[in-house]
């Protein structure tokens, strides 16, 4: 089951919680790219997240490792499903989570 969910030519936000071994990653002075390549790497895409979330009328600060993907017509264009990774960049350097694996993204063909 993948771990996100959208139609074909959905525009959504979606929040998330970025964690490295348990722990909430604090992103304070980070930039975060949510990075998706279609299986078949036909089709890739790159979304500048906004820091910050909110899951469940929970406000998760970027210092506590919320995020929210932004999820645009562009994105969501092609049914698929994607193998995707969230880029940070702080201080001049790149942390690529999850660091084991990838967080999938179906895209479904919209009827």
């Known amino acids: 089951m993948p771990d996100i969910e959208l139609f074909q030519y959905d525009s959504d936000d979606v929040p998330v919680v970025l964690f490295d ?3 909430p ?8 790219n949510f990075v998706m390549t279609q299986d ?3 089709y890739s895409y790159t979304i500048k997240c906004k820091m ?3 899951i469940d009328g929970n406000i998760i600060p970027y210092t506590a490792g919320g995020i929210t993907i ?3 017509e562009m994105e969501t264009s092609h ?12 201080f001049g350097k790149f ?8 967080v999938t993204t179906k895209i479904k063909k919209k009827l």
């Open 95 to 102: 942390i690529t989570y999850p660091t084991v694996g990838y």
């Open 25 to 32: 990653v604090n992103l304070a002075g980070s930039d975060v």
């Open 52 to 54: 910050g979330a909110t």
């Open 70 to 72: 932004n999820f645009s």
């Open 21 to 23: 071994n348990g722990s």
């Open 40 to 42: 078949q790497q036909r």
């Open 79 to 90: 049914d698929g499903l994607f193998f995707c990774y969230f880029k940070v960049s702080k």
